[in-house]
């Protein structure tokens, strides 16, 4: 019986208790347990496509292999299945659900009050005076520094 773990490659802690996430555009590898009796390799599938080349039996430690690196960028819900072989034949795994989640963006740089008026009048120079913190916001109170 051939089991599925996606691991990512950061952190090779195995994913299960609940749907397994990766951040779009990281590495990670796909893990089974195999006894690799009658087999000649092991194939990944994900959403019904091959992914990479054929694992050779010979890869098996302890009884596991582990897939190349892999990268995915499409987002969303994505099924994996890993295949064990042979001259008759290939024998799926169970389906495991994943799902490749986007990348957060950086945060802005922190938010500059200015009078609306004041942008016609061409080049000044601005002072900040003092910075307020609400928990979650921060901004900075500015003033026109006549000259």
């Given amino acids: 019986m051939l089991g599925v773990i996606i691991a990512s490659v950061l952190s090779v802690a195995p994913l299960v208790s609940q749907t397994p996430t990766v951040q779009a555009g990281q590495a990670f590898v796909v893990r089974s347990v195999h006894d690799g009796i009658d087999t000649i390799g092991y194939r990944i599938r994900i959403d019904g ?32 299945k890993v295949c064990a072989f042979n001259t008759e034949g290939e024998v799926a795994s169970p389906a495991l659900d994943f799902t490749i989640i986007g990348a957060l963006p950086s945060a802005p740089t922190l938010p500059v009050i200015v009078p609306a008026t004041s942008l016609a009048e061409g080049p000044v120079e601005w002072r900040a005076y003092a910075v307020l913190t609400v928990p979650t916001v921060a901004a900075t109170i500015i003033q026109k520094e006549n000259k």
């Fill in 49 to 80: 496509f091959q992914v990479g080349a054929d694992i050779p039996v010979s890869t098996l430690v302890e009884s596991m292999f582990t897939s190349p690196v892999l990268v995915m960028n499409t987002r969303g819900s994505h099924v994996v």
